[in-house]
């Protein structure tokens, strides 16, 4: 660092790191970017008394059993019971869609299959197919599409498409039926330890590794229509996928029923559902109960003892451990968070977003965005963290949640995880979540303590007389208009960099080449 003669030691220099000083001057001007500021120190800064103060008020409205954890740019800034272990509701997801997109990879695809037991002949198959579920928890039919109002902000595999890679294979007729087979998971329809009331909630639908419309059959009622669980979800798929053939041109013969694919058989027609990442996002936004649940499944099948709950949350835990994600009393049950036994910390849940990539990574990217999309589509407007807000939201009887990102008005990021438990989710309860997203929204980070600022590359109107002057001082004086040039440098840099160099009036410039 060069410091200028004559100033005190608390003056600041600002090195200048032009890379085009290096290069002939044509060059220079066209490869100079706008300018950009860094600190050359990543210290970890304190956060005010204000914030401090701010977040007090939020857990002072909050139910006792609460917890609150703050970090900026990975500096943890406020912890209230952050390592006390609670019910996170469908926060619980975030462990769940971390765990399968680092263990099953981001392009990991769901495929469904139509396998035939015969050769076809002439058009002819004289016997059956079967539809193999390949755990796609969104597989869904166009009808189910149009009365649920799936709009093209939800991820969806059309089984419509798959019919029609029937008749295009030349099907024209299948002398016997089609057949379900969903035997690549268990046949446990919710996770035992549920309460029965779920089920007629419909907090999600019967599980099976050939869910079709989320497991649900479609009946018309009292002039409108109403959905029905499938008490067999294989059967309800054959006799969909049925339909779907006769939709397309193909006739099939027999009735539809369940069973396994002939072994050894080729496919004759199959789907792949989106790439997982994908799939996550879907999950992550609308909070996608059923969708969470297979996808334990799935990991599970893939990387543990076989296509169950337990398996896959056997896979989950174990994750968590290597990730140091298993503090004392935590536990999971479940990759909904429907089971009110889960429990975590906001500890925890700051860390897997770290563990995910941060603000950059894939989990953060699935997330809603405040009053902008999924379940945070309607919440936060008019609030200074619409758009800037992004988090997973839970909730329970007697739980919320709120965990994810805030994109800070002054650069850098805050992670956060809120969960209140032991009261019903009141106007209080929701009023201190609002307050807290309001808090972080409008928070500045502290200017660090440094004793330099780093510019990165001129503007490109200085860039060429910048250059010049790199050629040494007879090129300068041949061209008086270069100091004036570093001179309008030097301003704008002042008013184009970050906050923390723009209010030091200390700093000066200095050109090294």
Known sequence: MTRLPGRSATAVALVAILTALTVPAPVAAATATAATTERTEQASVPPTRALSTALDTVMAVSPASSCLTVSVDGSVLYQRNGSTPVVPASTEKLFTAAAALDLLGPDHRFTTTVVP????????????????????????????????????????????DLAQKVADAGITHVTGRVLGDEARFDEARVVASWPARYTAQNQAGPLSALDVDDGYTL?????????????????????????????????????????????????????????????????????????????????????????????????????????????????????????????????????????????????????????????????????????????????????????????????????????????????????????????????????????????????PVEAAALATLAAGPMAAAALPGSMAATRMFAFRFRTISNRCFATDEAAHVVLLP
Not at 137 to 151: C, D, I
């Open 117 to 160: 037991s015969a050769v076809a002949s002439a058009g002819v198959l004289r016997g059956d197919l079967t539809l193999v579920g390949g755990g796609d928890p969104q597989l869904t039919s166009s009808l189910y599409k149009a009365v649920r109002h799936l709009g093209t902000d939800r991820t969806i595999t059309l089984l419509d």
């Open 219 to 459: 009946e018309p009622k009292d002039g409108t229509i109403v959905r029905n669980r499938a008490d067999q979800p294989a059967i309800a798929a054959a006799t969909l996928f049925t339909g779907l053939l006769g939709a397309k041109g193909v006739k099939v013969d027999g009735l539809p029923g369940e069973g396994a694919a002939p072994a050894g058989r080729p496919p004759l027609a199959s789907i792949a559902s989106a790439p997982l990442a994908a799939v996550v996002t879907d999950m992550l936004q609308h909070s996608d109960n059923q969708t969470a649940e297979l996808l334990t499944k799935e990991l599970g099948k893939v990387k543990g003892s076989g296509g169950t709950t337990a398996a896959g949350v056997d896979v989950i835990r174990v994750w968590r451990a290597q990730h140091g994600l298993d503090l004392p009393g935590t536990r999971t049950v479940d990759g909904s968070g429907l089971d009110p036994a889960n429990r975590v910390t906001c500890d925890e849940m700051v860390a897997v977003l770290d563990a995910s990539g941060g603000r950059k990574g894939a989990v953060a990217s699935g997330l809603a965005v405040a009053a902008t999309s999924g379940t945070l589509v309607s919440r936060f407007r008019n609030s200074p963290a619409a758009g800037r807000l992004r988090a997973k939201t839970g909730s329970l009887n007697s739980v919320t949640a709120l965990t994810g990102f805030v994109d800070l008005p002054t650069g850098g990021t805050a992670s956060f995880a809120y969960v209140a438990n032991g009261e019903p989710v009141s106007a209080k309860v929701m009023a201190a979540q609002n307050l807290l997203a309001t808090i972080l929204a409008t928070y500045e980070p502290p200017c660090p303590t440094s004793d330099r600022h780093v510019v990165a590359g001129p503007v």
